[in-house]
């Protein structure tokens, strides 16, 4: 059965072998099979046996015969004759083969046809013909190939437009229509000369941004309702209706998807549509500016390649969100505004540069750093935000940073390091005071120990010496301080560099060469300076002769002529000689007068001077009787000769003769009576101080301290110390006098004296810094003793009745010994109570009252007067503290009113008494001021229209008065009937200096306003008018006041500033107080004009001894100024007295730190004084840089420009505060103008001269062109209003300020800061004739530059160019033309590139052909334009990867010709092989084969170390990586030759040691994933530890 059906079945087909359908034919047309598909055959080769087949095995026979043969092989062969080696006629023949060939194969190359490309024409269609052409255009499935014939011609513009959206035209046939319709309407103009291939881009751009803004215009805003009209309005805009909204929506949208295709083929200007969007940007309302802003957003990356376009933006940017800020709504407009801000963010990202506008940063920049901003919080998965927002911020910092040096803003706060060291010196050594402790002043602290040479420590020698003698300092301790001083770090310094002889140099030097001691008026003071120091040991007189003698020094003989005398005669002269020997003395009279000389002027002098002292110090010299009373005045018109002489008289007259003998006039004191002693000292006293021999006069007063027995001696050795308690504290003494003022006290205290005073003197000197503890602990026992003892504490204290009748009746009462005793019962009764001493005042004060009525007789008033007087001076003794706290308290408490009663008879008496306790010490200075003349002061400033004028004045007459008596009086009577004693004045001037020390000195400060205001207060009678008028001058000229005044400065400017600042005075009353002001710094007479302080010349007034009180007139004068030109009655005077200070300021050449001075002290001055001290400085600098000599050079300008810069200095930090409250100024209108034409000619000199010179003039001129520049940007900083003439100067400027820009940017002139600084000034510049522009819609690029030239380009840095870049108007040429040229070849076969090429987007029309794989040059980009030429090369056509039928690894083995597809993607498929499972597991290792890229895998058919690629025409890029694949010739030939991918083949390629060695390494690699390939660095070779081999 089974064999019945097969014999039924059918027979089998025979089974035929075929190929893959992918598989390629070996040949077009030659049938040679397929490469390496050989299926069976019936009769083939191999299935014949032979006996050659069966022995050696089968083998094909070579496809040509000897292939594996080159010729190499034929041009190395031997023959009979020899090889062929060296014969040259080989390589000819092989060059004249290959060239053979390659003729032949071009020749065979069908030439490429002319170009046959004709623009599809336009025809006249009826309108259902146009109608059908417009469906087809819209129709996808209509190919253009059929439309392209023609196209109908009609609709223009916008109706053209419309008429694509009606028809829903797809975009890109859309986009081929238009660019036919455009072609057409150019293709007339072609063959014109002025052709402009971009011009109808242009008038394209314009027709579709006007549709836009057509359509844009449909969204309107409803108006706002008029106020006053009762008109009900309707409002109804297209996005509001559904239908209307689609509509507009369907329209736009169309629109913006033509936009796109239009802006990225050039078909529309790009600089023409940019501009539209900025200037759309700025003039749309906010509806609009949502549409508008989105389209910024997306070709805002053309708008950042210029910054003429990108500031009208950002400008634009920044209104839009004030105006959504200030408006109802902008909670809908959230969107908008983060768009804006956006906006904002890419472009400081970008083009940082476009926010160098000082301009929009003054006015936005709070709004610009909060758009900036980042988010409030950021996540770890934000890093990319993080990072760009971190970017923005180092970028808004560096544009604060640069607006902010344009406007000169937050500059950085100089230090006075020269200047301001000096003030601070002065102002350090004018503290000096009673309470200063010398030991803790470190004058000199900032020298260096090893380096006492140093100019540091000079200059502060300088300006100590200079502080000691100088006129325009106050008080006599400055010569003692100066010593003290030196003296003090010359001990801590002597074991080290400072010695002896290097300290004495740097005196001799200062003696030498300073100009303060060449002054005729300071001889006095340096010769007593020069003697302290010889004194102190620091100052060597024997040393200082020879010097000069050495230096052959002439004009020191006093017989030599004056016109020829030498600086140093006269200190040699007048410095004193302290413990000197008979030779120095010998060898300076031999100087002076000669050696022959026996009688010299000195000793004349000297006798004088011993004749006058006798006569008024008679007890010393062994008289018996003392001259009338002394005084003051007399004493000084008795001792002319002994005031008169020099100083080396004075102190060997009372060195060696006068204190010997006072000395032992002290001895025996105790035999004299006690009034004759105290007179004897007094007068010697005052004798020692018009000396200023302070020294003997401690001396004298340390040896009466401790032998006198004297009550009244011993307080007035007190007084003395107490007056004159600053010098010594300057000498430093205070240890010793407190010292011995505690030894007196316990010889006194275990003698049973009283010793109370010194008690209180003891703690003031020694103010718990001198005595040891145990001392201090007696002084502190004693004294509360005496307090326990004077007030003892009880829990019911005696009360005190308010009215005490014996006080009234003490002034009846003759008895000489009444006073005390009333004294004492009262104290003995009441010394329980707290206020018995206030009552007792307070019935003083009442009985006072009585007295001119219990008599009429002045004599006998005083008489009662000077009765309580010693009562009260009484009272005083029994008290701890004084009566001076009860009177104080009295008179500022319940005194307020009675004083005003008070008649004047009852003043008269209470003077007496007020003078008599003052002299006695009971009732201090500062007592009296405080409770009586300041509040009478005040009360007189204050009189208004309830001013009583019998009261008050007699109050205020009296009061001031006093106050001349004790302030400013050298001497004051208590009373007619009291004799006038010398020691009563010394009173006086002890007690009054409390006055000028603090706590005190700030109310007198404070109070000298208000007697100003007195004097010039109306209401007051005329006399107290000239009372306190003359009450001011003397006040302002008292130097014990001055000195006060330097000491403490900020005292004075406080009290000048409160009654001014506080508004309570009139303005008419301000000048007066700083005029009052001005007498007290600078010593200058009464004149209402407030520049008479700088009448003595800037450089006394900025002298550092002098700098502090300078800075507060001139604050206090210039505000005078602001107020005065605000009124219109003063405003003339006010302006010409700014004038005249400006000019007597900016005139001067002063040094950077004097003009940082006067900057500062002008700052936060009034608008007014502020505008006009800017204008003068505006016009001095004008002045300055017109000065210019004949032939201009770089160094004069480099001068001017530095003369000028003292100026500006002071103009900036002027300005300064102005700027920041946005103070608009109002310049001077013809000064701008001059000053910008100078800063032009200024440029231009510079431009030019850069051109012509090449040696170090550069520099000189870069500095001058940095200060031009920024004297530009300060004018520029006021935005006011700019003329016409200003405004054609700065257009003319741009361009050469832009040179200047080129020349710092490359060159030999290049320099980083300059280009930088001259950049942001051209920005600035710009931006300001923008700002300024009378157009409202400017062309962005009007004012920017239009070329980059010069010589040096070739250096330019890249971050240069790429700035520069953004100024031209040039926008980046389309991405089709970008970098192409036109190009030839010269005759030499060069390549020679000419000019760019043009886009021309309305002539390159889309070719419509299909691809048949011929070459038809019918497009309308002729191929002759490229020079192509046929090759016979077939292109591959590119397939999808879907579509492929090839497997992709076997491509380019089956094709050896042009390939189609991108270079990118040819690149990776060619690079990027399957690596086989083998492979990947042990064989990626590290070998001979590879390479420096790694680890690569290696194939069993490469040689070792070969890289063998295919010879098609393939193109890779430069950074891939070359191909490790066979050539496909390599597959050809013997079929057993073919190796596995492991190179274990038969033939042995790929085997042997090499690939052995590639495979043992390659096994310590498991995986290939630990191979990274990167483009970039080539990486170095893995070094892989071979694994070691096996036993």
């Known amino acids: 059965m089974k064999q019945e059906k097969r014999g039924q079945e059918p027979p089998s087909p025979i089974y035929e072998s075929l190929p893959p359908p992918w598989l390629p034919k070996s040949h077009r047309t030659a049938d040679v099979g397929y490469p390496g598909f050989h299926p069976p055959r019936p009769g083939q080769d191999e299935d014949v046996l032979s006996d050659k087949h069966i022995k050696d095995g089968f083998l094909l026979p070579l496809p040509v015969p000897d292939e594996h043969q080159s010729a190499a092989v034929v041009f190395l062969q031997q023959d009979a004759k020899g090889g062929r080696m060296f014969d040259q006629s080989v390589l000819a023949d092989l060059e004249h083969l290959m060239n053979d060939i390659f003729t032949r194969k071009a020749d065979s190359t069908v030439a490429i046809q002319s170009s046959t490309f004709k623009i599809p024409s336009r025809v006249t269609m009826s309108d259902t013909k146009r109608q059908t052409w417009f469906a087809e255009l819209a129709n996808p499935d209509v190919p253009l190939s059929k439309l392209g014939k023609s196209v109908p011609h009609g609709a223009k513009g916008h109706d053209l437009l419309d008429l694509l959206h009606t028809n829903n035209v797809a975009i890109p046939r859309a986009v081929w229509f238009l660019r036919v319709f455009g072609a057409n309407e150019t293709a007339g103009l072609r063959n014109k000369p002025s052709y402009n291939p971009t011009q109808y881009s242009v008038d394209w751009a314009i027709v579709v941004t006007s549709y836009i803004k057509k359509q844009l215009a449909d969204i309107a805003l409803p108006s706002a309702p008029r106020p006053g009209m009762n008109i009900k309005q309707t409002f109804k805009g297209v996005l509001s209706d559904a239908e209307s909204r689609d509509r507009w929506v369907s329209r736009f949208t169309y629109c913006l998807k033509l936009l796109r295709p239009f802006y990225d083929e050039g078909l529309v200007d790009h600089r023409t549509f940019l501009t539209w969007i900025i200037h759309q940007m700025a003039a749309c309302n906010l509806a609009q500016a949502g549409f508008v802003a989105h389209l910024a957003d997306e070709y805002l990356d053309g708008v950042l390649e210029k910054r003429p376009l990108a500031k009208p933006l950002l400008d634009a940017c920044i209104a839009k969100l004030n105006e959504i800020r200030t408006i109802s709504a902008q909670g809908h407009l959230n969107k908008l505004e983060e768009i804006l801000k956006s906006l904002i963010q890419r472009i400081c990202v970008t083009l940082p540069d476009t926010f160098v506008s000082p301009s929009t940063w003054l006015a936005h920049s709070s709004l610009l750093r909060s758009a900036l901003a980042g988010p409030a919080d950021s996540g770890p998965s934000d890093c990319r935000r993080r990072d760009f927002q971190q970017f923005i911020s180092d970028n808004l910092i560096d544009i604060q940073r640069r607006n902010d040096a344009m406007l000169f803003r937050n500059l950085p706060p100089r230090k006075l390091e020269r200047l301001g060291s000096l003030v601070l010196d002065i102002q350090i050594l004018n503290s000096i005071c009673s309470s200063t402790d010398m030991s803790t002043i470190s004058f000199f602290s900032s020298q260096i120990p090893d380096c006492t040479s140093s100019s540091s420590f000079v200059d502060k020698l300088d300006t100590l010496l200079t502080w000691a003698v100088t006129p325009l300092q106050y008080g006599s301790h400055r010569p003692y301080a100066a010593v003290t001083l030196l003296r003090a770090y010359h001990e801590r310094n002597a074991r080290r560099e400072l010695s002896s002889a290097t300290l004495h140099d740097h005196l001799f030097d200062w003696l030498d060469s300073k100009p303060v001691v060449r002054e005729a008026g300071n001889l006095r003071a340096v010769a007593g300076l020069f003697g302290k120091l010889m004194k102190s040991g620091l100052f060597d007189y024997a040393a200082y002769v020879q010097r000069l003698v050495a230096r052959g020094e002439e004009g020191l003989s006093l017989s030599e002529p004056d016109e020829t005398a030498s600086l140093h005669r006269n200190f040699l002269r007048w410095i004193p000689l302290q413990n000197t020997t008979s030779s120095l003395l010998n060898q300076r009279k031999v100087i002076f007068y000669g050696a022959r000389a026996r009688q010299t002027p000195e000793d004349v002098c000297e006798r004088e001077m011993r004749r006058e002292i006798r006569a008024i110090l008679p007890l010393v010299f062994g008289g018996d009787t003392l001259p009338p009373s002394v005084s003051m005045a007399s004493l000084r018109t008795s001792c002319p000769t002994v005031l008169g002489a020099p100083c080396f008289e004075q102190v060997r007259t009372i060195k060696q003769w006068l204190l010997p003998n006072l000395h032992k ?85 275990t003698q049973g004296g009283k010793a109370r005073s010194l008690l209180t003197l003891i703690i003031e000197m020694d103010d718990g810094r001198q005595l040891d503890a145990t001392a201090k602990t007696q002084v502190e026992n004693d004294n509360s003793a005496f307090t326990n003892a004077l007030a003892p504490k009880t829990d019911h204290p005696e009360a005190v009745p308010s009215v005490l009748p014996e006080i009234l009746l003490l002034a009846e009462d003759s008895k000489p010994d009444a006073p005390t005793i009333l004294a004492n019962s009262l104290w003995y009764r009441y010394r329980t109570s707290g206020d018995w001493a206030w009552k007792v005042w307070d019935n003083i004060v009442a009985s006072l009252r009585q007295v001119p009525v219990m008599s009429e007789d002045h004599e006998r008033r005083h008489k009662y007067a000077l009765r309580y007087g010693q009562f009260l001076l009484n009272v005083d003794h029994h008290l701890p503290g004084g009566i001076d706290n009860d009177v104080l308290q009295w008179f500022l408490g319940t005194g307020k009113s009675e004083v005003l009663g008070l008649t004047l008879e009852t003043w008269d008496v209470l003077r007496v008494v007020l003078l008599f306790l003052c002299v006695r010490g009971a009732l201090s200075t500062t007592t009296l001021l405080q409770g009586l003349v300041y509040p009478a002061w005040q009360l007189g400033a204050d009189a208004g229209p309830l001013y009583q004028p019998h009261n008050m004045e007699t109050f205020i ?52 306003p208000n007697l100003v205001l007195l004097e010039h207060n109306n209401v007051v009678s005329d006399e107290l008018r000239g009372i306190a008028r003359d009450l001011r001058l003397r006040t302002c000229e008292s130097r014990d006041i001055r000195q006060s005044c330097y000491r403490n400065l900020d005292a004075v400017r406080r009290g000048f500033e409160h009654p001014i600042q506080s508004g309570m005075v009139a303005e008419t009353l301000c000048e007066p107080l700083v005029n009052a002001l001005k007498m007290i710094l600078s010593e200058s007479n009464e004149d209402t004009d407030v520049n008479s302080f700088l009448s003595t010349g800037i450089s006394s007034v900025l002298s550092p001894c002098t700098l502090a009180a300078t800075a507060v007139q001139l604050q206090f004068g210039l505000r005078q100024l602001g107020r005065a030109l605000a009124c219109e009655s003063t405003k003339q005077g006010a302006s010409a007295s700014l004038d005249k200070m400006t000019s007597l300021i900016f005139h001067h050449s002063m040094a950077s730190e004097e003009a940082y001075f006067i900057a500062e002290m002008a700052r936060g001055v009034d608008g007014p004084v502020a505008i006009k001290f800017i204008n003068n400085g505006f016009k001095s600098i004008v002045d300055i840089l017109n000065r210019a000599p004949a032939p201009s050079t770089p160094e004069s300008l480099l001068a001017r420009v530095g003369r000028a810069g003292e100026v500006l200095r002071v103009l900036s930090h002027v300005s300064e505060p102005l700027r920041e409250e946005g103070t608009e100024l109002d310049l001077d209108v013809s000064t701008q103008e001059r000053l910008a034409k100078i800063v032009l000619e200024s440029f231009q000199f510079a431009n030019t001269t850069f051109s012509k010179t090449t040696d170090h003039s550069l520099r000189v001129i870069t500095e001058a062109v940095i200060f031009l520049a920024r004297l530009l940007q300060f004018d520029l900083g006021f935005f006011g209003t700019r003329t016409t003439h200003f405004r054609e100067t700065c257009e003319r400027m741009m361009p050469v300020l832009f040179d200047l820009v080129v020349i710092h940017a490359c060159g030999p002139a290049q320099d980083a800061v300059a280009f930088a600084l001259l950049l942001d000034t051209l920005y600035f510049l710009i931006d300001d004739l923008f700002l300024h522009s009378r157009t409202s819609t400017p062309d962005p690029f009007k004012y920017y530059p239009t070329k980059l030239q010069s010589p040096h380009l070739h250096s330019l840095p890249g971050s240069h160019r790429v700035r520069l870049m953004t100024l031209f108007p040039h926008l980046r040429p389309n991405a089709v033309v970008q970098d192409l040229v036109h190009a030839h070849r010269d005759s030499t076969g060069l390549l020679v590139y000419g000019a760019p090429v043009q886009n021309r987007p309305w002539e390159w029309i889309e070719n419509l052909d299909k691809d048949d794989g011929m070459i038809r040059n019918n497009a309308s980009l002729s191929l002759e334009l490229f020079g192509a030429k046929a090759t016979g090369d077939h292109l591959i056509g590119y397939v999808q990867d879907e579509e492929r039928c090839i497997p992709t690894r076997l491509e380019s083995v089956f094709e050896d010709k042009l390939t189609a597809e991108s270079v990118f993607r040819r690149d990776w498929r060619e ?6 499972s083998d492979v990947r597991a042990g064989e990626r290792g590290v070998g001979e084969g590879a390479d420096e890229l790694g680890t690569l895998p290696t194939f069993g058919l490469q040689k070792p170390g070969s890289r063998r690629v295919s010879p098609s025409s393939s193109v890779r890029s430069r950074g891939s990586v070359s191909s490790v694949r066979r050539s496909p010739a390599s597959l050809s030939g013997n079929r057993s030759a073919v190796s596995t991918r492991e190179g274990t083949g038969e033939s042995g390629i790929g085997s042997g040691p090499a690939a052995e060695r590639k495979r043992k390494a390659s096994g310590s690699v498991d995986d290939d994933d630990e191979v990274e390939i990167i483009e970039g660095p080539i990486a170095k070779k893995l070094k892989v530890k071979p694994k070691p081999k096996k036993k």
């Not at 018009?690 to 009550?711: D, I, N």
């Not at 690079?1471 to 086989?1476: K, M, S, V, Y």
């Open 665 to 749: 006039f002290t001895s025996r004191s105790q035999s004299l009576d006690e009034i004759s002693t105290l007179k004897t000292y007094s007068t010697a006293v005052e004798l020692l101080r018009y000396t200023h021999s302070y020294g003997s006069l401690l001396e004298l007063s340390l040896s009466v301290l401790s032998q006198t027995s004297h009550a009244e001696l011993l307080t007035a050795v007190g007084e003395v110390f107490h007056r004159f308690a600053t010098i010594w504290t300057a000498m430093n003494v205070t240890g010793t006098i407190a010292s011995t003022l505690y030894s007196t006290y316990l010889l006194w205290r």
């Open 957 to 1008: 007459q009296a009061a001031s008065k006093l106050f001349d008596a004790l302030v400013l009086q050298e001497e004051c009577f208590i009373s007619p009937i009291v004799p006038q004693e010398l020691l009563d004045a010394q009173r006086i001037h002890t007690w009054r200096q409390d006055a000028f020390r603090e706590p005190h000195f700030t109310l007198l400060a404070s109070n000298i």
């Open 1471 to 1476: 690079t990027r092989l399957p690596a086989h």
